[in-house]
């Protein structure tokens, strides 16, 4: 059972990036699923979240305007596609769920802490 990230990289300011989130050994559709991020020497945050089943998604009002998140049943992936990136933006991006209980979307992004399964890290680095 694992979530892999994947898709970071370098990026002009202003630029666009669609990071991926696979899931094996457990179906993404069943769960909520989050993408985080942390900066150096910051808080870990939460950046966008869908939900279980109807694919509801959820997002903080600062990035609602520029990150979408969406789910592939068929891929069983889990994908953050941002657009217009900042420098700000810099940050070591993680997808992560719990799988024993299930979770509405902003109690996901707001506890991290109790989620149980995390994907590697993607690095994004937005260039100014």
């Known amino acids: 059972v694992q979530l892999q990230a994947s898709g970071g990289g370098l990026v002009q300011s202003g630029g666009s990036l669609r990071l991926s989130c696979a899931a094996s050994?457990?179906?993404?559709?069943?769960?909520?699923i989050g993408w985080f991020r942390q900066a150096p020497g910051k808080e870990r945050e939460g950046v966008a979240c869908v939900g279980l089943n109807d694919g509801s998604t959820y997002y903080p009002d600062s990035l609602k305007d520029r990150f979408t998140i969406s789910r592939d049943n068929v891929q069983n992936t889990v994908y953050l596609q941002m657009h217009n990136l900042r420098p700000e933006d810099t940050a070591v991006y993680s997808c992560?769920?719990?799988?024993?209980?299930?979770?509405?979307?902003?109690?996901?992004?707001?506890?991290?802490?109790?989620?149980?399964?995390w994907g590697r890290g993607t690095l994004v680095t937005v260039s100014s």
């Open positions: 050994g457990v179906t993404a559709e069943h769960y909520a």
């Open positions: 992560a769920t719990d799988t024993g209980f299930p979770l509405a979307c902003r109690t996901l992004l707001d506890n991290p802490q109790i989620l149980e399964l």
